[in-house]
């Protein structure tokens, strides 16, 4: 319930929605999984570098921690500004890829990539080239989380994605939101670190199950 504002793109998909009457409620499952997700992991963190910044739910949810956001339009951020109520001055204009490989190594307690386009999360994002970017990124406790879309079963791209970041992180899970039908494409949150990962379904949300994603082939920046 609520009296809510979306944006979305050309495919009717929804990047980002506001409850008018709350505006610091979390209205997409999604972002409040992975809000639920960092929080467990590691309440303390400080530095996050978030490629995607949609309307800033996220970012604005922290005013007091360091975000670093990649978004590669600029006019998704003036939305956010005059639709959405997003003040901080914490986004960078360009590609997330290119803007991480400018920060310093081991200096991020989170990386978060919540990129789309209309065919899903962008190629150079996915890579095994661009996972070990992360990696030299992150601090030596830190998280790689990954909002994915795909299905719980038989997904060969999520099953690439699985087997390619697994060649750099030494632990990797995965947690599928509810959908419709069981067939149905849902959003997947994808984490990985170079140390264990406690989190099981019930720290991320009602509903929310773990899944173990198969193997599949490694996805290179040449592919």
């Known amino acids: 319930m609520g009296k809510f504002r979306c944006m979305g ?46 309307i800033g739910t996220i970012a604005g949810h922290y005013p007091n ?11 998704v951020v003036d939305i956010s500004r005059q639709y959405f109520m997003y003040e901080r001055n914490n986004v960078k204009i360009g590609d997330g ?18 990129a789309f386009t209309d065919k899903g999360t962008p190629h150079h994002l996915k890579t ?3 996972f070990a970017l992360t990696k030299e990124k992150l601090d030596s406790n830190g998280v790689l ?4 879309m795909g299905k719980t079963n038989n997904d060969w791209l999520l099953n690439a994605v699985n087997t ?3 060649n750099t992180y030494d632990y990797v899970k995965a947690f ?12 997947i ?19 929310i199950v773990e899944i173990q994603l198969s193997e599949g082939h490694t996805i290179m920046d040449s592919d």
């Not at 989380?145 to 994915?148: A, D, E, T």
């Not at 959908?179 to 149905?184: K, L």
């Open 9 to 54: 793109f050309a495919d009717d998909a929804v990047q980002g929605a506001i409850d008018l009457k709350d505006p610091k409620r979390i209205v997409l499952e999604y972002q409040s999984s992975l809000i639920s997700l960092m929080e467990f992991i590691n309440p303390y963190f400080e530095r996050v570098f978030l490629i995607g910044h949609g």
């Open 128 to 130: 095994l080239e661009f």
């Open 176 to 187: 599928s939101l509810p959908a419709v039908a069981e067939r149905d494409e849902r959003n």
């Open 189 to 207: 949150i994808v984490l990985a670190s170079g140390k264990t990962l406690d989190a099981q379904a019930g720290d991320v949300g009602k509903g």
């Open 164 to 166: 390619t970041i697994r």
């Open 97 to 114: 890829r290119q803007l991480l490989d400018q920060e310093e190594q081991s200096s991020f307690d989170y990386i978060i990539v919540d």
């Open 65 to 75: 921690k360091l975000f670093t956001i990649a978004e590669i339009d600029e006019s």
């Open 145 to 148: 989380l990954l909002n994915l």
